[in-house]
Structure formats: C-alpha cells, structure tokens
C-alpha cells in the first residue's frame, strides 16, 4: 500500500525559506505524478504545483516566483521549497499522487501544518 | 484562468439525496475529480474521471458533467457522509479546486 508522509519544520519566521519533504513508501517515483497541495485554517484547498517523474515541473502561477519541487528518486522523497514566506503561507501542506496529467490524486499525505510566525 | 464554482453549503436529509454542483465554462469537455475531506482529515478521493468510483467508495457516490456543470449525487444520505467536498480538475497543466461544499446532513 502506498503511504505518503510529509516532514519538516511546524514553524517557519516571515521572509525565511519553508522547506518540506515527502517520503513516499510502498510504490515509486516513476511514472507519476507528484505535487503539493495546501490549505490555510478553514479555508479551501490551493494546488501549489507538481513535478512528474521526468522530472518536469509546473506551479501556480500565483506561487511560481517562490516554488520550486524537486524529487530525489534515490531516496523515494519529494521537496517543496517556498521563498519569502509570509503569515499567508501558513497552511496545512499536502503531498499526492497522481497517474498522470487530467488523473485524479488518489493518495495523500496526512499533511503538516506549517505556521508563518516571528 | 479557469474557474470552478461550487456553493459554501448543501443540506439534506437523514436517507435523502444530496446534489453538489461545480460549474465551470464547458467543464463538460475536462475530467472531473470529487474528494471528500473530514475534519482534521487529508482529502479522500470519491470520484474521478467524472463519474468512476475508486475502491472502497460505496455506490450511494456517483457523479456526472455535462455542460457547464458537473455534479456529485450522495444517494440516501448518512451522517458519517457530513463533510466538505471539492471538485477538481485540470486546465493546460495546472490543477484547478473548487471552492468546496460543506454538506450538511
């Protein structure tokens, strides 16, 4: 069974670097695709963008000045990095799966909340 | 950029059916996905590809997208399905949610 766990840092300062990783556990990289997902407190969900097991990536354009999404195939992990954070980047973040472009996500992480704070 | 709208709430009756709908311009032409998300809980997959059920979802889910709307049906409804529930799709590589549905039940 495939499980995803993400990990990293719960609180992060403003204008600093938030940096999470995913362990995927049970499948592989390849051939999906991967991305990240969050969700401020009570509020709806934000596609933060993927990366495919070619390792191409794409992100929302909202984000794409402050993301990247990287995978380290070796060590079945993926890595969100967000640049200048802001109270507005806290969230819950989640990683997925999906088969491919136009798929569904068909399994999640649990998520980590990450909070924005001096 | 591609929009999908869904209304803040449904209610429905112990054992009725609830309708969820997510508009969006010609939605009828994309694939849509529905997941179910719980309180303090990741988001679980329903139904994909418009109307398919994966394993494990009960059959009272099914879905449809036609037009401008897509819409998930939740046949005789019960309280554990109280939830909120988003559509989702893709657009030129990016992934779109819906706003999401609180269900009451």
């Known amino acids: 069974q495939v499980q995803l766990q993400e990990s990293g840092p719960g609180l992060v300062k403003p204008s600093e670097t938030l940096s999470l990783t995913c362990t995927v556990s049970?499948?592989?990289?390849?051939?999906?695709?991967w991305s990240w997902i969050r969700q401020p407190p009570g509020k709806g969900l934000e596609w933060i963008g993927y990366?495919?097991?070619?390792?191409?990536?794409d992100y929302n354009p909202s984000l794409k000045s402050r993301v990247t999404i990287s995978v380290d195939t070796s060590r079945n992990q993926l890595s969100l990095k967000l640049t200048s954070v802001t109270a507005a980047d806290t969230a819950m973040y989640y990683c997925?799966?999906?088969?491919?472009?136009?798929?569904?996500?068909?399994?999640w992480g649990q998520g980590t909340l990450v909070t924005v704070s001096s | 950029s591609y929009e999908l709208t869904q209304p803040l709430s449904v209610s429905v009756a112990l054992g009725q059916t609830a309708r969820i709908t997510c508009g969006g311009t010609?939605?009828?032409?994309?694939?849509v996905h529905w997941y179910q998300q719980k309180p303090g809980q990741a988001p679980l997959l329903v139904i994909y590809r418009d109307s398919s059920r994966p394993s494990g979802i009960p059959e009272r889910f099914s879905g449809s997208n036609s037009g401008n709307t897509a819409t998930l049906t939740i046949s005789r409804a019960q309280a554990g399905d109280e939830a909120d529930y988003y559509c989702?799709?893709?657009?030129?590589?990016?992934?779109?949610f819906g706003g999401g549905t609180k269900l009451t039940v």
């Open positions: 990366l495919d097991y070619r390792g191409t990536t």
């Open positions: 997925a799966r999906a088969a491919g472009p136009n798929w569904a996500y068909d399994y």
């Open positions: 989702q799709v893709w657009d030129s590589d990016f992934v779109i």
């Open positions: 010609n939605i009828g032409s994309k694939n």
């Open positions: 049970g499948g592989s990289i390849s051939p999906y695709y």
